[in-house]
């Protein structure tokens, strides 16, 4: 476990090494304590400033955090991108090329260090899909973010950093996979929880393959779990009433204080995720040595590129699960299928494999 002290003193030299353009897909809950956590340890640490955007649907959280972190420190900068669904691919593209036409005019400077993907919080819904084909959970959790990520290359391969992506989600919960109904298509296969395993398997495997194609130039791509952080997120009224039930009538009297991170603690332990300790893929395949201060990736090497983390920062890779199957040829699988069905979009089509 990274200890907090040790988050704390990852933290001061992130925020000292540079100023950071940071990136945020959502405005709320594990975006916003990670945000302010990067104002106030720049407050705190002489920090030497920083860009941030906020992207997200609706224009009031995000202008509370950004008042509240300018208050806090007052030297960065901030701005929101308004993004009605990014369920839809089409809203990601338009977004992704506003974030790239505001950077540009930063000249030599446009550049992107640290990127959160952390949008979407609806758990348990029947599948549903969007005007272009895709699971809106399944969309907003997996397909759109890798989008980000492909449409933001430009600005995330220019950080020296290297640029660091993370996605919070749901790594380590790898279950059951269908190679031959990724979309799980099939609504025999689909469940929340089964498409929650889908995604988080692809997640590793699109991964991988982005870490190999930008060796040393991009990374740590990481997918972490947050733990059980107490934001708005659970009375979200898009989420099933039985489960709004069990959890703030049973679950959070009962266990909230056992289990839960503290959404501080949290944000702190998201902004150190910018820190060497999870570096990109080394350029000539050499291998680091394993020590505490450099992070196990998921082909269970140090500092290998990809790493699945848990909310304490170390590997939750559930490795087994992954010896089920042809690992070279998933890979190659999980990112044909995803790159199709982003061609068949930008393409005007809807999606139906
Ligand atoms: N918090 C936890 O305990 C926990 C545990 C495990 C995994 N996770 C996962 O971690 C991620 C972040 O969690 P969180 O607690 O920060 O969630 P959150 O507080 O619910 O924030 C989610 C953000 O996504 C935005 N969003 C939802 N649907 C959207 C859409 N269609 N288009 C654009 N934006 C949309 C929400 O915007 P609006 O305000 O407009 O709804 C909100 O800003 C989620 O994927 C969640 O499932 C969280």
């Known amino acids: 476990m990274v200890k907090l002290n040790e988050v704390h003193s990852l933290n001061t030299a992130v925020v000292q090494s540079r100023p950071l353009v940071a990136v945020f ?41 950004i008042s509240e972190c300018s208050a806090i420190y007052p ?15 089409r809203t990601v593209d338009r977004v992704c090329a506003e974030i790239i036409q505001l950077e540009k005019k930063e000249g030599q400077d446009a550049r992107i260090d640290y990127l ?43 950080s020296t ?33 089964q498409a929650r395993s ?9 991964l991988e393959t982005l870490a190999e194609q930008h060796r040393g130039k991009l ?7 947050p733990g059980l952080v ?16 069990v959890w703030h009538w049973i679950f959070v009297p009962l266990f909230g204080r056992l289990v839960t991170v503290k959404p ?17 893929r080394p350029v000539d395949g050499s291998k680091s040595q394993k020590t505490e201060e450099i992070a196990i990736g998921t082909d269970g090497g140090a500092g290998t590129g990809v790493y699945s983390l848990t909310w304490n920062g170390e590997n939750n890779l559930n490795a087994k699960a992954y010896e089920k199957f042809n690992k070279d040829e998933m890979r190659r699988k999980v990112w044909d299928h995803t790159t199709k069905a982003f061609d068949a979009i930008e393409a005007g089509k809807i999606f139906i494999e």
């Open 75 to 89: 030297q960065g900068q901030f701005k929101f991108v308004k993004a009605d669904d990014l369920s839809l691919i």
């Open 198 to 206: 889908h995604m988080v398997y692809m997640h590793t495997l699109f």
């Open 116 to 158: 959160m993907m952390a949008q979407g919080g609806s758990i348990f819904l029947p599948r549903k899909d969007t005007a272009e084909g895709i699971d809106v959970t399944m969309s907003l959790m997996y397909y759109s973010r890798m989008r980000i990520i492909m449409k933001l290359l430009p600005l995330l391969l220019k």
């Open 264 to 280: 501080t603690d949290c944000g702190e332990r998201m902004l150190s995720l910018a820190s060497p300790r999870y570096p990109p």
């Open 25 to 65: 897909f959502s405005t709320g809950g594990i975006a916003s304590y990670t945000l302010r956590a990067l104002a106030t340890a720049s407050a705190a640490n002489g920090g030497k400033g920083f860009r941030a955007y906020m992207v997200g649907r609706k224009a009031k959280p995000a202008e509370d955090i």
């Open 230 to 245: 107490l934001g708005p997120g659970f009375s979200n009224p898009e989420l099933p009433r039985w489960f709004r039930i």
């Open 219 to 225: 990374g740590g791509l990481i997918h972490i779990f």
């Open 161 to 193: 950093l290297p640029a660091r992506v993370v996605s919070v989600y749901a790594a380590g919960i790898e279950a059951k996979l269908y190679p031959d109904d990724l979309s799980l298509r099939d609504l025999s296969h689909y469940s929340y929880s």
